[in-house]
C-alpha cells in the first residue's frame, strides 16, 4: 500500500461546470436562435470598431464627394439626381415621410425586437472600447 498523503483538490474554474444545453435550456433558447443574437453582436462590434477607428476619414471621405458633385454641377458638366423609387424600395422611406413617422416606425420595431437592440448596443459598446 502506497500512501502518498490526501488527494489534491482539482481547483474550480469559471466554465467547470458549463454546458452550452444547460445554459440553452435555462434561457428557453434554442441554437438558432442563440446564433442569430451571437451574429447581432458581433455586427454592433463590428459597427463600434469601424466606427472608433475610421469615422474621421468617412466624414472627410464624404464631404469631400459632396463639393466634388456640387462644384461639377456649378461647373454645368453633370448634373445629380436623386431616384427616390429606388430609395423607398431599399428602405421603405418615402420622400414624403416626415422624421416623426420614420422614428416611430424605428421605436415600434425597437421594442417588439428588445433582444436584438440589446444585443447589438452591447457589441457596439464592446467595439468602440477595443477601437
Avoid at 47 to 74: D, T
Avoid at 84 to 103: E, H, L, N, Q, R
Amino acid at each position: 500500500m502506497n500512501n502518498l498523503g490526501p488527494v489534491p483538490v482539482q481547483p474550480q474554474g469559471w466554465f467547470s461546470g458549463f454546458s452550452w444545453g444547460n445554459f440553452l435550456q435555462r434561457f428557453d433558447l434554442s441554437a438558432n436562435t442563440a446564433t442569430e443574437l451571437v451574429s447581432y453582436v458581433g455586427v454592433g462590434f463590428a459597427c463600434g470598431f469601424l466606427i472608433k477607428r475610421y469615422l474621421r476619414s468617412v466624414i472627410i471621405l464624404f464631404l469631400a464627394m459632396f463639393l466634388l458633385i456640387k462644384v461639377v454641377e456649378y461647373m454645368g458638366v453633370g448634373f445629380f439626381i436623386f431616384n427616390w423609387d429606388k430609395f423607398k424600395d431599399m428602405t421603405g422611406i418615402a420622400p414624403t415621410d416626415t422624421i416623426d413617422g420614420v422614428t416611430r416606425v424605428w421605436f415600434a420595431w425597437a421594442q417588439s425586437h428588445v433582444t436584438h437592440v440589446v444585443c447589438v448596443v452591447v457589441g457596439f459598446i464592446f467595439g468602440t472600447k477595443v477601437g
